[in-house]
Nanobody, 128 residues
């Protein structure tokens, strides 16, 4: 599957952005989808994930209550709605697709090793 992320940009603290990730190739609904981010000088970190059906989501503590992941399987797209943005949310955001059959609650699924396909990343900059 090929992934194309978009929607990044410059926003003031407290603002909102919605990132999109369009998938092409194999059946989109066959993948768990995740979002990761990498801030300058830092390692890539898990942001959140969504189940194949879209019925379950899970978020890192740093974004819980502010970010929402959703997906449109008919439209082959996953979204990351980001509200109440903070300067520390500044990063390149990546969408990723996972073929894993690991249990939903497995800590492995919060790591980038669980994801098989990656988008190119989209930059989000939050100004103070």
């Amino acid at each position: 599957v090929q992934l194309q992320a978009s929607g990044g940009g410059l926003v003031q603290a407290g603002g909102s952005l919605r990132l999109s990730c369009a998938a092409s190739g194999r059946t989109f609904s066959g993948y768990r989808m995740g979002w990761f981010r990498q801030a300058p000088g830092k390692e890539r970190e898990f942001v959140g994930k969504i189940s194949r059906s879209g019925g379950r989501t899970y978020y890192a503590d740093s974004v819980k209550g502010r970010f929402t992941i959703s997906r449109d399987n008919a439209g082959n797209t996953v979204y990351l709605q980001m509200n109440s943005l903070k300067p520390e949310d500044t990063a390149v955001y990546y969408c990723a697709a996972s073929e894993t059959l690991e249990y939903w609650s497995s800590s492995y699924t919060y790591t980038d090793r669980a994801y098989d396909y990656w988008g190119q990343g989209t930059l989000v900059t939050v100004s103070s």
